[in-house]
Each structure stands twice: as C-alpha cells, then as structure tokens.
C-alpha cells in the first residue's frame, strides 16, 4: 500500500499526471477516483453528455451553490465531472487556451514561470491537432484536438450572421488573435468524445506501476507533523489507508481540492477551528474562486433540422442514432455548441472580453427545462470576470458536498459587461442571415420577448444567467500571501503535497478551461520530475530554466 505519488482525483488533471508519472518504470503511481470507470456508450456519443449534465448521477456529481445575492437569491447549479476523465467525461469538448495575455498576467502577478512562452511548449506536447503540426498547434500528443465531422447547417448561419455583423471570420481560435467569429475544435476522435482518461490513461492502463482505483473516495490527507505522508479513502465501505513515499498531489478540482485541503487541516484557520478541526497550515484555501456567468439567449425557430421535441424531432434522433453507430458522424457528433466569437464589447478594448457560444437548440436551465418545438439558442459570459467569491465547508465530513459561493455579479462591472454581451448576441441575431429565422424579431426568445432597456436587461440576466461551468482559483498559485500554492504547485506551508488542476489558476483564463487544465498538469508533471531528478537527466523546459546559463 506503498507508492512513489498518490494522485486524489482521476479527472482533467489527474489522468494526465497518472500517464506521465508513471512513464518511469522505476515510479509507482495511485490514482484514487471517487468515480467509476466512465465507459459507457454515453461517454462516447458526444451528444451523451446531454443526459449526464442534467443531474447527479454516476458520471456528475452536481452540485448546487449558495443563494447568490447578484442573481436575486437564487441558487445556482453547479454540474461536475465524476469518474475517470472527470469534468472531461460530461464537458462540451470545446478545444481553447485562452489569449496570452491570461498567461502573461499570471506571472506577472507571481506565478512566476507560467507566462505565455513557458505554457505554449505544455499545450503542444499534449496535443494531436487533427489539422497537423505548425507553431501553434501540436501533432502527436495524446489530446486528439478535431474539426466537427458534420457541422449543423445553422452553424454557418451563426457565422455568417456574426461576419455580417462586423466580426472577422476566424478559423482558429487557439491561435495568436482569438477576436472573431467561427467554428469550435473539439476534443473528438473519430466522431466520439475523447475525453482526458480516453487521451491518456487508456493507453497506458497496462503499467505495473500504475495502479487505477476507481469508486475510492478520499476523505483527508493523511500528515505527519506538516509533512503529507498518504491519503485515506473510503472505498467498498472500507477505510483504507496509502502510504506516499514522494507526494500526494491532489486533482480534485477546483471545488473538491480545496474542501479536501480543508477537512485535513489546511485552510483559513478561524473556520477550520470553528469545525474543531486542527489546523496544519493557514492558508487562504477556497478563497478567490472565479467561474464564467453566462446569460442564454434562446429562440425558437420553425426548423426540424435544430434539435428539439417533436415528432419528427424524435424520428431524426432515431435516425441519427443509425448514423453515429454507422459512421460515427451526423448530429450525435454534435458538441452543441459548434460555433462561437470572441468579441470586444467596447470599442476600446485591446482584446475580446466577451465569449459566445452559439447552440443548435434550446438550452434552458442546463437542459433540465424543456419546451415544446425546436430552436436555437446563444451564450454569452464576461471571460474575465471581476467577481470573487469562495468555496468553504459545510462540515468537517469530506463527503458532504462543500458550500460554493462563487459570488456572482459581486463586481458591478461584471453586469455591465454581460448588458454588452446579450445585446451583441441579438445584434447577431438580427443580421440578414437570420432573416428567414425571426432576424430582429425578438417576439420568439423565451423570456426576454419584451426586455428592451438596458434596465430590463440587467433585471434579465439577474433573473436567468448561470455557470458555463468553469470555477477556478481556489487553491491560487502565486508568491506571496494571497495564494495556497507555489509556482512550482507546492503547498506553502507543509511538504510533500501539490495541488495540479484548476484550482490553482490564479485568474480564470479568457475561454473554456479544459485544454488549460491539462497543460497545467502537462507542466506539473515536469516540475515534479524535476524535484526528485537530477536536473541532467531531465529534457524539459522547466528545468531548462532552472539550470543556469
Ligand atoms: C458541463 C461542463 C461543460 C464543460 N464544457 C467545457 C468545454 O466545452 N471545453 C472546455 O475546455 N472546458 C469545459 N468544461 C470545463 C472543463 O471540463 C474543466 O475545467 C476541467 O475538466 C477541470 O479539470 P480538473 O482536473 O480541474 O477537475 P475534474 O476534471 O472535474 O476532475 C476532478 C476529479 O476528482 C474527482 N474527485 C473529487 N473529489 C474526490 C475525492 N474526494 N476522492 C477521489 N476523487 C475525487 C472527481 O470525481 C473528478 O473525477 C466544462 C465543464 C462542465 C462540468
């Protein structure tokens, strides 16, 4: 029950970990998984995710938050990925990184070695860009980045109308300038979801040295004075205890890893103590979490192409289903959100601040609320949102879900910046493209038919607007008090524990986080090696650095 690295967490960050770490035959790696095996038929059809999202089931473990004072008191939901691939396994595998700005500003605000030109290297090697190798895109990594094999027509609408409305096409938003309207890549492969355990963990699950526990449910982490020594976990109903001989390095995500700190002792010490638990190190844990609000536009469209309830919408399933177990292409391949633009609400801004993503049907309420008919729908989120809030404990029992206050509109400008966004998201629906289709008529919207005055706008998006599903920031990287952990990921304060996967992004990145995440844990995987390596033997650029000139 001995092993070299403990990893808490088989998600985004955590599969990637496992395959590296245990690349050296000499290393013995666990990885612990609350979850199971996510493989089923709907962890492949893309479009699967649309069962798993919309309650808490074996692959979600869906959380809510905390009544949120900027949404009028309402309580948000918050879906989570639960088993090997983690959020990967439900998400909409839309392939970003951000701008380099994102990056560039972490460092500048102490996470030093994480700018733009330190984490480009770390996207790369984990990506298998179907498109093939050049500067900005990897070919060969285990990320199997993919264009849409069967792109909805009402997509190129989108496109259209957003290029009607003023915005440059742009065919790769991964790329140096974000600014424009286009097509989503996605994490597929052959017209099935390739999530993060399907890119890296499959591959490698013969190693010896590699031991997959899944339905293992870490409850602390387990310290000798303030050195982490292993990790205990239920799992059958039976507490079970690994030894770590190197480190425990916790994935839990961005709301897990930070309640994890907290129930073994590593946290905000005036709460901790008021939980009666001891405290082994005080640190501002669950603090500055950041997520994407996202106010939905939705119409509907007298168009049995978009997907939708009808009769001969049910009838185009059923086909459809015929098609993917065929030739694994048609509208099951779909990732919903197939197009999408990056957009500069004001005319001053030096770069987008505003992300749309642009469905194929209605979505409302997480896809939990359902309406008659069919239509289309178009996101819009702030991407770099000024509000802060906090993930923080219900009790000293890990498994009682955490209390997640992501403080939503707590910063005005957020809503000012999202009053922009919905009004962008209408000036697109108006172009000529969507003529036949309602074009400026907003009589067709759910809910917002008579919302006119920027006033009714905001009453709107206080009432309606929710998570695009990327919290971060929790358990913040950085140099000096106000982060939990180091630039090289390790818990300030104790030794022998890291923190890789969303949590530790100090500010959240200007787009959807998978890709991001699995370059953090890409380079965590560098940086651990490193610690415990001689540095000659090592072929990265961490440690490239390191060595001096
Ligand atoms: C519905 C949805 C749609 C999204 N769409 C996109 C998208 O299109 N593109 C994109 O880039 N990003 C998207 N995201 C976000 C992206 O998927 C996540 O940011 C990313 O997967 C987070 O990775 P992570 O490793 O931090 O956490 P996760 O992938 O969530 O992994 C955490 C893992 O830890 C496990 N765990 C938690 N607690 C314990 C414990 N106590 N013991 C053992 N295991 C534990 C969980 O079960 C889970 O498997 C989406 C997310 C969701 C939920």
Redesign the pocket.
């Known amino acids: 029950m001995e092993f070299d690295y403990i990893i ?7 599969c990637v970990l496992a395959a590296r770490l245990s690349e050296d035959p000499q290393v013995r790696v666990a990885l ?4 199971g095996p996510n493989d089923g038929i709907l962890n492949r059809v893309p479009t699967g ?1 649309a069962v798993h ?1 919309v309650n808490r089931n074996a692959c ?2 869906a959380f809510s938050t905390t009544p949120q004072i900027g949404l009028g008191g309402r309580i948000g939901y918050q ?18 990184r951000g701008q380099r700005e994102d990056y560039d500003d972490w460092a500048a605000d102490g996470a030093t070695g994480w700018g733009w030109k330190d984490v480009l290297p770390y996207f790369l090697k984990a990506e298998n860009n179907e498109r093939g190798v050049s500067g900005w895109h990897g070919s060969g990594g285990p990320l199997n980045v993919a264009d849409l094999r069967s792109p909805h027509p009402f997509a190129a609408l989108f496109i259209e109308a957003g290029m009607q409305a003023g915005l440059p096409r742009n065919d790769d938003f991964a790329v140096e300038t974000q600014e424009g309207v286009g097509y989503y890549q996605v ?1 597929q492969k052959n017209g099935e979801r390739w999530s ?1 355990a399907r890119a890296y963990l499959d591959p490698v699950r013969a190693r010896p040295n590699l031991r997959i526990e899944t339905a ?4 602390r982490i387990a310290f000798e004075g303030a050195r982490a020594v292993g990790v205990e ?1 239920v799992q059958d109903g039976t507490r079970r205890t690994l030894r770590a001989r190197r480190e425990v390095l916790l ?4 709301l ?2 930070p ?2 700190l907290m129930v073994s002792g590593i946290g905000p010490a005036p709460s901790l103590q008021g939980l009666g638990i001891p405290v082994v190190a005080d640190l501002p844990v669950g603090l500055n979490l950041q997520d994407h609000l996202d106010i939905i536009i939705n119409r509907r469209v007298d168009n049995t192409d978009l997907l939708g309830i009808s009769p001969i919408g049910a009838y185009k399933l059923m086909r459809a289903i015929g098609q993917w177990r065929r030739e694994r292409r048609g509208v099951l391949t779909s ?1 919903f ?1 197939e197009a999408g633009a990056f957009v500069r609400t004001l005319p001053e801004l030096t770069r987008p601040d505003v992300q749309l993503h642009f469905v194929i049907g209605m979505v409302d309420n997480h896809n939990r609320t359902f309406h008659w008919g069919h239509g289309m729908s178009c996101h819009s989120c702030p991407m770099r949102p000024r509000s802060r809030g906090m993930v923080h404990l219900a009790s000293s029992d ?1 498994r009682d879900a955490p209390l997640i206050d992501p403080g939503f509109l707590s910063a005005s400008e957020d809503l000012e910046t999202m009053v922009r966004g919905f009004k962008t998201v209408r000036r697109i629906f108006a172009q000529p493209a969507f003529a036949p289709f309602g074009g400026a008529d907003a009589s067709r919207e759910l809910y917002f038919s008579d919302v006119r005055s920027d006033d009714e706008i905001r009453a709107a998006i206080r009432a309606r607007a929710d998570t ?5 920031g929790t358990c913040r990287m950085g140099s000096d008090a106000r982060s939990v952990v180091d630039p090289q990921l390790r818990v300030r304060g104790v030794e022998r524990l890291r923190v890789v ?3 530790v992004m100090p500010r959240l990145v200007s ?7 699995v370059m953090i ?1 890409e380079k965590a995987a560098d940086l651990i090696r490193s610690a415990s390596t001689p540095a000659i033997l090592q072929d990265s650029n961490a440690v490239r650095e390191t060595v001096p000139a």
């Open positions: 808490v967490g088989g998600g985004s960050a955590g612990l998984e609350a979850g995710a999202i979600n473990w879906p989570r990925g639960r088993g090997l691939g983690g959020s990967s396994a439900i998400n909409a595998m839309i392939y970003l994490t993060v293992a449910f870490a409850t976990f994935s839990a995500g961005a897990q890893s309640q994890l990732n959100a890990a695009i599903y990327h919290p971060v996967d969303a949590s787009g959807n986080t998978n890709a991001p995440v844990a």
